[in-house]
């Protein structure tokens, strides 16, 4: 990447950082509807069925993740340090650590299984670069879990954030079509989530049939399209 692109992005990881730091203190109250807990169901249904025994949760936030299922070994990372603040207090037993996704500071083949859940890979201006980090620090064999928006939030149709105006801050909208050319991986399967937005807000039951009927069919159109990937077990 060229010098300058570099500083971009810092600068960009840098705005990202104070956004959550403002946000932290009201993060988990925000995210409570009925829905969003019909959506973290059917997620961590699908991260136990892949979790293998070390987990790194990039972009960990307050770590949803440990509300939810309880790894042997897990490491949090998350650029803001007010929500690792947050996530320490929650969990003082477990490891966590700030730090920025597009330059990990981990080695190579560590762990089993890397999530991300819930929109963080969408902070960023090189989504290849992510990609890379995650595929670094996987071992081979192991699993890559995420969860992140499409176009559908970009038009913000049913589904948008009520809570901040993200539409002054650019942010990588997937499609089907790139998450394939970012991610290298030997196996991989896009998922839909969620089509019907906010709209049955008091039934959460919804989200969860709704995924079993149309969860195959249209991931571009769905709230969020879940990333399910495996690394190559060969390293050549
Ligand atoms: C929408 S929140 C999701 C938090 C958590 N995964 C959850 O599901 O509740 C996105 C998180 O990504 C973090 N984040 C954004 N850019 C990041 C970066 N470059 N490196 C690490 N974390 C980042 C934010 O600070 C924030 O905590």
Redesign the pocket.
């Known amino acids: 990447m060229r010098l300058y692109s570099k500083a971009i992005n810092m600068s960009y990881?840098k705005e990202?950082?104070k956004i959550?730091d403002y946000l932290a203190d009201r993060y988990d109250y925000i995210?409570q509807s009925p829905v969003n807990h019909g959506e973290n169901r059917v997620v961590f249904d699908l991260v136990e069925k892949h979790m293998g025994k070390s987990i790194l949760?990039?972009?960990?936030?307050?770590s949803?993740?440990l509300e939810y299922l309880n790894p042997s070994k897990y490491l949090g990372?998350?650029?803001?340090e007010k929500?690792i603040a947050l996530a320490r207090k929650r969990y003082p037993e477990r490891h966590f650590i700030v730090?920025?996704?597009?330059n990990l500071p981990l080695k190579d083949e560590t762990f089993d299984t890397v999530v991300?859940?819930?929109?963080?890979l969408n902070?960023?201006l090189t989504p290849k670069m992510i990609a890379d980090e995650i595929l670094r620090v996987l071992k081979p064999g192991g699993h890559f879990i995420g969860t992140v928006v499409g176009l559908r939030m970009k038009y913000n149709i049913l589904a948008g954030p009520k809570d901040h105006d993200w539409r002054n801050i650019p942010i990588t909208y997937y499609t089907q079509k790139s998450i394939k050319e970012a991610f290298g991986f030997e196996e991989l399967q896009i998922l839909g989530l969620n089509y019907l937005g906010n709209l049955f807000e008091k039934h959460e039951r919804y989200v969860n049939n709704e995924f079993g009927l149309l969860g195959r069919t249209a991931p571009d159109l769905a709230r969020h399209m879940i990333i399910i990937g495996r690394k190559s077990l060969s390293t050549v």
């Open positions: 990881v990202i950082a959550y995210y949760d990039i972009g960990c936030g307050t949803l993740f990372i998350d650029v803001s929500m730090g920025d996704m597009h991300s859940l819930f929109s963080c902070l960023t």
